[in-house]
């Protein structure tokens, strides 16, 4: 029988609930964007038709998860339900001490708190935002190490996500006795959704170990990276998603966990910690902020959920189908007109926002610029990650220093939108593509001093002169 090769992927799933997706004009768009002072995290969802701000919590939930909510155990300590998703974390980390935590931030600020001494340094393969805002307030400092082969978007590097190990190597023979210790965030979500390779991991642990420095593991999107290593690198095309994860959570001392983005749940984290004291030490810090350590602010049905989600997403034909629905995305906006990072990540394609807005420069904000325009003209809410969102102010000089590259990110939810969305937003893009010469740039009017981009106020520049 001749083999079937159908172009079209299919989403392996079929829809048991839906809910309407907001229609707006393009004058109700436009007053809404005033309305919010130019800053997409201050708009309504209830005037986005297309919300790709973020995959964090905004997952579709199984029919298997809602079934888990309704035998949630809502003691208070020792929940039936803490039971169950301490089993299956510490299946998948290898980790003994569990310990849930309301989402990833709060994983965060407690193994800063717990193990970080004013002046120490942190360094990853590039510290999300909040890991390291966490990190600074807590008085570290946090050091990207990426690997050199982001610098060029451009470039089709399977493992973009990496750490530089050169780098790393420098900084530990140069400042060995301040390093706190280093944390590797698979996939890379600032980078692009990059993965990191085993091999990288493999020897940043080696490395590590001669010099005693534990290594972390921000595991938000484990899955997509195993998934990649298993597509990519050698030696893994025939082992099954839950063994490389296994193997990567292997090489660290811990693994912090944002459970709204591969563990499908609207909320969630948790820290899978293998060293005893370190753990009694958080869960001593923990109860006066989070709550006791058998819930860590969740409930015991949030936990019913992320144990059921943690199962789901290592089911290699929802990963292939969400992986190359990415890619679809992003060949179609490429075909569109627009640069974008290469190759495209697991969560998001990310917009090139300098390449495609060649007018502005950096401190004219042109991913903040090609956002907007997204949302005005088709719904779509995206999020900035370039200068708005990376970049830095200096408030004793009153300078600011733009970020190495403006990125625009459309970060897909899982399972929530179908392929006939995905097209309809490529068709939409292309029909704006030749208006973007004339998009204005905008000026940042407010900031607060940690997370700016949550509630920056902007306002646009009249004169697009690129300013020298
Ligand atoms: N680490 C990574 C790699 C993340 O992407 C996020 C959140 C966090 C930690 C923090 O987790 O939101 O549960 O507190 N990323 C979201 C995003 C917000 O849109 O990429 P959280």
């Known amino acids: 029988m001749e083999i079937l090769k159908p172009k079209t992927i299919f989403e392996p799933f079929r829809i048991k609930v839906m809910e309407p997706l907001p229609i707006t004009t393009a004058s109700e768009r436009h007053r809404a964007l005033q309305k919010a002072y130019?800053?997409?995290?201050?708009?309504?969802?209830?005037?986005?038709?297309?919300?790709?701000?973020?995959?964090s919590g905004t997952s579709a939930m199984s029919a298997a998860q809602w079934a888990g909510m309704m035998i949630g155990d809502e003691s208070y300590a020792g929940a039936k339900s803490y039971f169950r998703f301490s089993e299956v974390v510490n299946d998948i980390t290898g980790h003994p001490h569990i310990i849930p935590t309301h989402q990833g931030r709060s994983a965060e600020a407690l193994l800063t708190q717990a193990f970080l001494k004013p002046g120490q340094i942190v360094l990853g393969n590039t510290h999300f935002d909040t890991t390291r805002a966490n990190i600074e307030s807590h008085g570290g400092i946090a050091v990207d190490l990426p690997d050199p082969a982001t610098q060029n978007s451009a470039l089709e590097e399977p493992f973009k996500g990496n750490i530089d190990l050169q780098a790393l190597q420098k900084n530990i023979a140069e400042k060995q006795s301040q390093i706190a210790f280093v944390i590797m965030t698979v996939t890379n979500n600032s980078v692009g959704g990059q993965p990191v390779s085993m091999k990288n991991l493999q020897q940043t642990r080696e490395l590590l170990l001669q010099h005693n420095i534990p290594l972390f593991i921000d595991a938000a999107r484990f899955a997509e990276n195993a998934f990649f290593i298993k597509c990519r690198e050698k030696g893994y095309g025939d082992k099954n998603i839950k063994a490389i994860a296994q193997e990567m959570f292997s090489l660290s001392d811990g693994v912090l966990m944002s459970a709204k983005k591969d563990a499908f749940g609207n909320t969630g984290g948790f820290l899978a910690l293998r060293d005893e004291g370190l753990a009694q030490e958080i869960r001593s810090l923990m109860v006066i902020t989070e709550g006791f350590p058998t819930y860590g602010g969740l409930t015991?049905?949030?936990?019913?959920?992320?144990?059921?989600?943690?199962?789901?997403?290592?089911d290699d034909h929802y990963l292939s189908y969400r992986i190359r629905s990415i890619q679809y995305f992003g060949e179609g906006i490429v075909h569109a007109g627009l640069s974008v990072v290469r190759p495209f990540g697991g969560h998001a394609v990310y917009i090139d926002a300098e390449k495609s807005l060649p007018h502005l420069k950096a401190l004219q904000y042109p991913g903040q610029s090609l956002s907007i325009a997204l949302y005005e003209y088709i719904g779509i809410r995206s999020v900035e990650v370039g200068s708005v969102m990376l970049g830095r102010r200096d408030w004793e000089k009153g300078e600011e220093h733009p970020a190495p590259k403006e990125l625009v990110r459309l970060a897909i939810p899982r399972r929530v939108y179908t392929q006939s969305h995905i097209d309809y937003m490529i068709e939409v893009i292309g029909q704006i593509v030749p208006q973007l010469k004339n998009l204005p740039g905008y000026r940042i009017d407010y900031q607060a001093k940690f997370l700016r981009h949550f509630t920056a106020r902007f306002s646009p520049i009249k004169s697009n002169k690129k300013q020298s």
């Not at 015991?300 to 290592?314: K, P, S």
């Open 38 to 55: 130019y800053n997409l995290f201050t708009l309504p969802a209830h005037q986005v038709t297309f919300d790709l701000l973020t995959d």
């Open 300 to 314: 015991g049905r949030d936990m019913e959920a992320i144990a059921v989600g943690l199962e789901e997403i290592l």
